[in-house]
């Protein structure tokens, strides 16, 4: 059987307690995209100051429930800090560990193109089996390869506009105020993102800009002024020229 389980990542379930509350809009007003239309998209939770604490992917439930595709390691973390903002909103909000993200590198039948970049592949979901073969390694290669970051350690604590969020479909400059709004909005008004995440090789790395590194591939992900960035370490989807 084809490894396809993403082990890395979890789903976070948020589910109204009552037939009246609003999951969507309850989110909507907190996270970096807009949620109320065609899902999944790629969205951030961030700090009031525009800095990534969380990224996930936002899949539609079932009876009006919503999905977040995000890392294993910090979903807890994520649990507890949307509880912070629902104070006494009829909404469980909780790790749903009977299900799984599924990863193939190619588009088929059955899932979502990533949309994030299509090259990235399709992703489903689909309840968890003793069967599930790791597709970790094969998916961090391929994502590594197409110049995407993404996770806590890659991200973490930069403004959401330097991750290239922008670029790979994971904000809305159009939906209404969520937090950290309006730093993101100032950058992206005066086209000031003076730094960006560049996946580069792990002998050109700058120690000092580093935010991840992987000796098995030879990569790293380093946290660069863009007028330092070499042409030839952007990505084909990444186009930092000046606009005209």
């Avoid at 330097?162 to 159009?174: I, R, Y």
Wanted: with cysteine.
């Amino acid at each position: 059987m084809t490894a396809t389980r993403l082990f890395s990542r979890t789903l976070v379930r948020l589910s109204p307690t009552d037939p009246s509350e609003d999951v969507t809009a309850f989110l909507q007003g907190l996270v970096t995209n807009d949620v109320t239309g065609n899902l999944p998209v790629y969205a951030g939770l961030l700090s009031a100051q525009g800095k990534a604490l969380f990224d996930f992917i936002v899949w539609p439930g079932a009876e009006g429930s919503m999905l977040l595709d995000c890392e294993a390691d910090v979903a807890d973390e994520l649990v507890k800090r949307l509880s912070l903002y629902r104070f006494r909103r009829k909404i469980e909000i909780a790790r749903d560990d009977t299900l799984g993200i599924h990863w193939q590198a190619f588009q088929g039948d059955g899932g979502a193109a990533d949309p994030r970049l299509g090259a990235l592949g399709q992703r489903w979901i689909a309840p968890v089996q003793e069967s599930d073969s790791s597709a970790d390694d094969a998916w961090l290669a391929h994502r590594l390869s197409l110049g995407v970051p993404e996770g806590r350690t890659e991200l973490g604590d930069l403004l959401w506009l330097e991750t290239n969020a922008a670029e790979l479909h994971g904000v809305s400059f159009s939906k209404g105020c969520y937090i950290g709004q309006e730093n993101t909005a100032r950058m992206n008004w005066r086209s000031k993102v003076n730094r960006r995440l560049v996946v580069v090789p792990l002998d050109l790395s700058d120690e000092k800009r580093r935010k991840a590194a992987y000796p098995v591939l030879g990569l790293a992900v380093d946290h660069l002024r863009v007028e330092g960035i070499a042409p030839g370490l952007l990505p084909d989807w990444l186009d930092l020229a000046p606009p005209a």
